[in-house]
């Protein structure tokens, strides 16, 4: 029995022929032939079962057998703002972890303590791509480049919006509260959490996003990197929302 072969193709309803760097794939790397079978993802709930018509040296038309749309596996919408870490590396591997588990948006903050200020969103992308391949992911996460701090939390975001840091309470104010996460998410509702840089958010940060109606929360006792938070929060809001 064959392995069945993704290949994400944006469009794929329309398209008719597999992006260049899909197609170099299929014909360079798999060696796959005319009649071959194949699945297309296109990022946006659907998978289409396709056998490919033609092959040329650089390119790799299909038509299209049935398209099967994907019911969506969690409730509400994820969204992560994470500001990056100095070792690429690091991030890369949040962001493509993210995708396996299952995520909506990933935007990339800029903030007072921030180690990195520049991002290649092109190669996150890839990454993004591949994971969604691999764990058979109908939807893509939407992808948001470098976002000063301040534009993020005055953007008139809805849903619920919290933030994480290591603040105590008490140093917000003598009745503010940092609740677990788990604790006051709520179930199909769009979600929005932020991570900060290994130097956490500034305090100025916390009180400003507060008055934009962020609020604050916990993770847990544990002290954790940031592209471990930013996982880690992932994982909590997709555990919540799972469908049943």
């Known amino acids: ?3 069945t072969r ?68 969690w409730q509400g919408r994820i969204r992560i703002c994470m500001a990056p870490t100095k070792m690429m590396e690091r991030t890369e591997w949040m962001a493509e972890k ?10 990339f903050l800029e903030c007072r303590r ?4 520049t991002m290649k969103l092109e190669r996150i992308r890839r990454i993004v791509v591949a994971a969604m391949k691999q764990s058979r992911k109908a939807w893509m996460p939407s992808l948001q480049g470098m976002t000063p701090f301040d534009e993020l939390v005055a953007d008139d975001r809805t ?21 677990l996460l788990w604790d006051v998410l709520r179930r199909d509702v769009e979600t929005t959490v932020l991570i900060g840089p290994e130097g956490d958010f500034s305090i100025d940060e916390v009180k400003l996003a507060m008055r934009h109606g962020f609020r604050s929360v916990s993770l847990g006792h544990s002290r ?12 909590i809001m997709q555990i919540k929302n799972q469908s049943t």
């Open 1 to 3: 029995m064959k392995e």
């Open 6 to 73: 993704y290949f994400f193709v944006p469009d794929a309803a329309a398209s008719g022929e597999l992006p260049e760097e899909e197609a170099r794939h299929a014909i360079r790397v798999l060696r796959l032939a005319v009649g071959d079978e194949l699945v297309l993802m296109d990022g946006k709930g659907c998978f289409h079962e396709a056998e490919i018509s033609a092959i040329s040296s650089h390119r790799c038309l299909y038509r299209i057998l049935r398209s099967l749309p994907q019911e969506r596996g």
């Open 98 to 107: 993210a995708t396996e588990i299952g995520m909506d948006e990933l935007t």
């Open 114 to 117: 921030s180690e990195r200020r």
């Open 159 to 179: 849903g619920d919006k919290f933030i994480c840091h290591c603040y105590d309470p008490a140093d917000l104010g003598p009745d503010e509260e940092k609740p």
């Open 224 to 235: 954790l990197r940031t592209e471990t938070a930013a996982l880690a929060a992932v994982h």
